[in-house]
């Protein structure tokens, strides 16, 4: 191969790396799954489907996990007053987790007419992650108290995983794994959660573009014929 060609091939091959390093790198994924709730009221079994989205936020040591509600559930067949009605629910845990998730939200902001399908505000904890790799979370049991009375709705349709998120445990890292030398931790980038983990391998992409240019810089010098 001449030398103009291996020094393109090389300059592709190296743009390329950094390229699927950066385009590895772990990040959330989330999804609006349609709940079917099935709720117990005090009046009789009601149903009604929901639209769900779960989020998170890195905040410090842990997530925000915040789920949200986009069409109403349930009703009441009396009016319920502004602050009348107090929402929760669980978030269940999959993957490299297990368990459940509790999130509140504040009570109703504005009165709610009767046989009026109830808004849930958005509900919101704190997950701190016990182990390390990608852990689903799937929208669990809503539970609606107003004027002394408990509603609880279950999802009847088994819907997936609103959101995946690739965590390290506190003091962990990730089920993948990888080797230490006998020296100590020299040379590894620090990982922290998703945030940090795409900062440290887009830097490795950045090294790998790097030594790529400076190998065709070296081939196209060496080709250059010595003048006299």
């Known amino acids: 191969m001449s030398y103009p060609k291996r020094t393109a091939a090389l300059a592709s091959a190296a743009a390329l790396a950094g390229s699927v390093v950066l385009l590895t790198a772990p990040a959330a994924h989330a999804d ?15 149903s009604a489907v929901s639209p769900i989205a779960i989020k998170g936020v890195k905040s410090g040591s842990g997530y925000k996990i915040t789920m949200s509600w986009q069409k109403g559930v349930s009703s009441s067949p009396v009016e319920l007053g502004k602050g009348a009605m107090s929402p929760s629910a ?5 993957g490299a987790d297990s368990g459940s998730l509790p999130v509140s939200g504040p009570a109703n902001a504005a009165a709610i007419p009767a046989n009026t399908p109830i808004k849930i505000s958005d509900l919101s904890g704190t997950y701190t992650p016990k182990k390390s790799g990608k ?6 049991t809503l539970t609606i108290k107003a004027l002394g009375t408990t509603t609880t709705c279950t999802p009847a349709n088994s819907p997936g995983p609103a959101l ?12 993948a794994g990888s080797s230490t030398p006998s020296g100590g931790d020299t040379g590894r980038l620090p990982q922290t959660g998703p945030e940090d983990s795409a900062i440290a391998l887009a830097t ?18 060496r080709g250059q014929p010595v003048r006299r």
């Not at 609006?32 to 009601?46: A, F």
């Not at 090294?207 to 196209?220: E, Y």
């Open 135 to 140: 852990v689903t979370f799937t929208p669990g």
């Open 90 to 94: 669980t978030i269940r845990l999959g």
């Open 204 to 221: 490795v992409g950045g090294t790998v573009l790097l030594a790529g240019a400076a190998g065709t810089l070296w081939l196209t010098r």
């Open 164 to 175: 995946t998120l690739d965590v390290t445990a506190a003091g962990g890292s990730s089920t």
């Open 32 to 46: 609006v799954v349609d709940v079917n709730y099935r709720c117990q009221t005090p009046i009789g079994v009601k």
